[in-house]
């Protein structure tokens, strides 16, 4: 599911970005937003010309869980014996990589602009939306510069026009539910203290 999520972003905010720059959705050689290219990963080497879209963190959202977290009721009303959904944050790193300077922070602002104006996707209004998810929620990240520093030593390269964003819930759930067992009924036994 993580990568059904993360595909659905990059082919969404591509298309709005052939949208706004150039008013061409056809131009499949011309990526506005990619992914990393899996062999110029050390020392990672972004794209030219086009907005990286890079997971750098997934944390564990813990305030939603449910109040009984192996079982659930199912459409038919038996009880199920299943893991708890785990829902995650993602935290995505655009970068943008271009020859003229004020191209990358235009794409950037495109991309601020958009997920401002459209910052929760559900599946009535972003239909291609993977199966599953039931809410993205788009949040803008400001760092400040030691965690800026720490990112950017961490990649092992140099700075370069980025924006950090927080995706909220993308929950992954256990497929491989079992019958919970029914309680009939039950024993109760009084001890005396000696």
Request: no cysteine.
């Amino acid at each position: 599911m993580l990568a059904e999520t993360l595909t659905f972003l990059r082919r969404h905010l591509d298309e709005q970005l052939r949208v706004r720059l150039d008013g061409s959705q056809d131009d499949a050689a011309g990526d506005k937003v990619v992914f990393l290219d899996g062999d110029k990963l050390d020392p990672i080497s972004f794209q030219m010309n086009a907005v990286t879209a890079l997971l750098i963190n997934i944390e564990e959202e813990r305030t939603l869980r449910a109040a009984d977290l192996h079982s659930r009721q199912a459409e038919d009303g038996s009880r199920q014996r299943i893991q708890p959904d785990i829902r995650l944050i993602l935290y995505v790193l655009f970068v943008a990589r271009f020859k003229k300077y004020e191209s990358a922070w235009q794409h950037l602002s495109l991309i601020v602009e958009h997920l401002q104006s459209t910052r929760v996707f559900e599946p009535a209004t972003a239909p291609a939306l993977p199966e599953g998810v039931e809410r993205l929620i788009l949040e803008l990240v400001t760092l400040g510069f030691a965690e800026q520093n720490e990112i950017w030593s961490a990649l092992r390269t140099t700075h370069h026009p980025s924006l950090l964003y927080r995706i909220k819930l993308v929950a992954l759930r256990d497929r491989r539910p079992t019958e919970a067992p029914v309680i009939t009924e039950a024993e109760h036994t009084l001890r005396r203290r000696a």
